[in-house]
């Protein structure tokens, strides 16, 4: 995945980043579409209204994000 696709994150999805008061969380209620900024092995780095960090095996690369066909 590059920086700037578009990714799928389903419903009930817990995302997350630190704040200066500690963490605060997100569980998705309903599927919402996020860009990925970055990742590491496990955890994905997201823009979803927010920069949120996610699980890797909770998001999904969207078909044709960059208009490739």
């Known amino acids: 995945m590059q920086q ?8 009930g999805v ?3 980043h ?8 997100l569980t998705t209620h309903k599927p ?5 900024l970055s990742g590491e092995r496990h955890i994905y780095r ?5 920069d949120w960090s996610v699980k890797r095996r909770d998001v ?3 078909e044709n994000s960059r ?3």
């Open 32 to 36: 919402i579409t996020g860009v990925y």
């Open 67 to 69: 208009g490739i066909s």
């Open 60 to 62: 999904y690369p969207m």
């Open 4 to 11: 700037g696709d578009l990714v799928h994150i389903p419903q």
């Open 18 to 25: 630190e704040t200066e008061k500690g963490m605060k969380m």
């Open 46 to 50: 997201v823009y979803a209204d927010g």
């Open 14 to 16: 817990e995302m997350w």
